[in-house]
């Protein structure tokens, strides 16, 4: 390890601690609870992130997840009163279904393309579904589920040793604390065996299956992992906002995850989170005004990002940095440029 | 009797409505191997296109079955040329691209005409079957679905363009040597596809509330229908929709709207698994 990579990682650490430990502390109330959400839209970013970028699978329904994340929390939490259990209920229920789901659409090996159209359906049915549930008939565990009114005070967070509610700084630590987590989780998943077999897989199925690995197992593992965080992600906007209505499955809710990966940069972990904290910050400005409207935003930002800027902000920024540096380097010493270019 | 003859018919015409949603999207994807998750909107583009021109004083024939699909076709026609045309290839970035402008469309026509519902009046008036009252309109929709299926078979089978277009779908290369162009291939097949939802979208303008977000809802029962169908566009649009519409007005007839939609898409996702490639990858393989 050289000197310069200590230093780097000092930095990075003493940084995020301050970014960890400074809000509560110098930001208002209101300010804190909007950079709470913009954290959790993170962690939602960063399941579509891992399960595109490392997977190579595209899910365009993945409010599904986050959907029934937010639901399970929603219930559990009214029902059982703890808020442990019913996180750990919004993380194992999307799993479990995307783990179903995974076993149709990757034992059926359907296209990529296909993967995507079906997740969408999923995340416009169970809209449909939930939008339907109006009336005494449709409750689960005593709680009815309400249709398109949704489900209102659900209690937040709670302390599992004392029982006592979160505040706003309790709300942003465990925020904060959970994307940390599953950031290095991650991270442990990608430098392990079991990681490096989901990137060959992405980069070569035939290939990977020649070697002996079953690329199904592999992508149901992943998709499962995925849906896990989504539901997390889902749980923790619900103890946010203290209510859930229909709108969690709501295809705009999808697009967001879309997009967070692909301005961020797809095939990194980073990007994703940065590209949430940007898009949601946008939402809220966009929010205060009446001209533009959100949903169009969203949209011409997707469309320009396609076209013009494929590779997402944080590889752009990465590549550009590079070519400075070898620019700069090179009037530096006078060396002969390298005719090697960086495979765009 | 008179409940059996109105079940038949109703699951008669949730078939053909499935089936008319469905063709634009078979086309443009059979052909073109371009998903386009915009075609909801251009449904709606079509059904908007119908309300005005009907509410303008047009007669609603007109309206419905040459002004939708024509303005449709026509904004198709600037979307290839603008969008479609820099993606042939990239299948993830096209759909990501028409999804962007999907939601593009959804907040222009939120922002320009607002999100409250519209319609116009179904013409044709009631029939009554036994102790049943029934729209007559639901035959059109029957008699509709199966003439424009008919139509585009009969093109894609017997004319000297439908051949163009199959070969320019086989082997575009192999097309393109011995002197079509297949870049205006794709622009009339994606012009083509972009009416026909015009059309799906002025048929159903008088049976749905027209708003901003029905698109979506039309899309993906469109998706799967097209999905399980499988490589022969156009019977396999017509075998799942048949296979699908059946199951949702089954299950429709029994339970709720909602549980429809469920089953139909469980039907889909089961079907998937049992038959990747579609019914056609599997059966009627040498059709069109």
Not at chain 1, 139 to 154: D, E, H, K, T, W
Not at chain 2, 176 to 196: K, Q
Not at chain 2, 268 to 286: D, K, Y
Request: proline share 4%.
């Amino acid at each position: 390890m050289t000197a310069r990579t200590v230093l780097a990682c000092t930095g990075a650490v003493v940084v995020g601690l301050a970014l960890f430990l400074l809000p509560p502390r110098i930001l208002s109330s209101f300010g804190l609870n909007q950079l709470s959400i913009m954290i959790i839209m993170a962690l939602f970013g960063l399941s579509q992130g891992f399960l595109w970028g490392f997977g190579g699978i595209m899910s365009f329904g993945q409010s599904a997840f986050f959907g029934l994340g937010a639901y399970a929390y929603a219930i559990a939490a009214i029902a059982l009163g703890g808020s442990g259990s019913a996180v750990a209920l919004a993380i194992a229920i999307p799993a479990i279904f995307a783990a179903l789901l995974g076993y149709f659409m990757f034992y059926g090996r359907v296209s990529d393309a296909y993967v995507g159209i079906i997740t969408l359906t999923i995340a416009v049915i169970l809209s449909n579904v939930m939008n339907s549930t109006a009336g005494d008939v449709y409750q689960i565990a005593g709680v009815p589920l309400g249709g398109f009114n949704g489900i209102p005070g659900v209690p937040p967070l709670a302390m599992p040793t004392t029982g006592e509610y979160l505040d706003y700084d309790g709300t942003w630590y465990v925020a904060v604390g959970s994307l940390v987590v599953v950031y290095i989780g991650l991270r442990g998943i990608l430098a392990s065996r079991f990681g490096r077999v989901v990137v060959a897989i992405r980069e070569n199925e035939t290939r990977a299956t020649l070697f002996g690995y079953d690329p199904r197992l592999y992508k149901l593992i992943v998709f499962a992992l995925s849906g896990g965080i989504a539901g997390l992600a889902g749980s923790l906007y619900t103890a946010w906002s203290g209510f859930v209505s229909p709108t969690v499955f709501d295809l705009s809710m999808a697009a967001q995850s879309v997009i967070f990966v692909l301005i961020g940069g797809l095939g990194t972990l980073l990007g994703p989170i940065l590209g949430a904290v940007f898009i949601q910050y946008l939402m809220t400005v966009v929010g205060t005004q009446q001209v533009l409207n959100a949903s169009l935003l969203l949209g011409i930002i997707l469309v320009v990002f396609v076209l013009l800027v494929p590779k997402g902000a944080l590889p752009m920024a990465r590549l550009y940095a590079g070519r400075a540096w070898r620019v700069l380097s090179a009037a530096k010493t006078r060396a002969p440029r390298s005719r090697l270019e960086v495979p765009s | 009797l008179a409940l059996s003859a109105l079940v038949t018919l109703n699951v008669l015409n949730s078939i053909a409505t499935l089936l008319l949603l469905s063709l634009g999207i078979g086309v443009i994807y059979g052909m073109m191997k371009v998903i386009n998750f915009a075609h909801g909107e251009f449904l709606m583009l079509g059904a908007y296109a119908t309300v005005i021109a009907a509410n303008a004083g047009v007669n609603i024939w007109i309206a419905m079955l040459i002004i939708a699909p024509l303005s449709v076709g026509l904004f198709g026609f600037v979307v290839e040329r603008c969008l479609i045309r820099h993606l042939y290839g990239r299948i993830i970035d096209t759909m990501l691209a028409t999804w962007g402008l999907s939601l593009i469309i959804v907040g222009l026509v939120t922002s320009f005409i607002g999100t409250t519902i519209q319609g116009v009046s179904t013409p044709l008036g009631g029939l009554s079957i036994g102790f049943y009252q029934t729209s007559v309109y639901n035959l059109f929709i029957i008699v509709m679905a199966a003439l424009v299926t008919l139509a585009l078979w009969a093109t894609l089978r017997f004319t000297r363009y439908g051949m163009i277009v199959r070969a320019t779908m086989q082997n575009p290369a192999m097309a393109s040597a011995l002197g079509v162009s297949p870049s205006r291939i794709y622009m009339g097949t994606f012009v083509l596809g972009s009416a026909l939802a015009g059309l799906a979208g002025g048929i159903v303008a008088p049976i749905s509330g027209v708003a901003p977000t029905m698109g979506m809802a039309f899309m993906v029962k469109a998706f799967i229908t097209v999905a399980g169908g499988g490589a022969a566009i156009i019977t396999g649009t017509s075998l799942a929709a048949g296979l699908f519409g059946l199951v949702n007005e089954a299950t429709t007839f029994l339970t709720t709207p909602v549980f429809g939609q469920v089953a139909m898409l469980a039907t889909a996702v089961v079907m998937i698994r049992i038959l990747p490639q579609g019914i056609t990858g599997r059966f009627f393989r040498r059709n069109v």
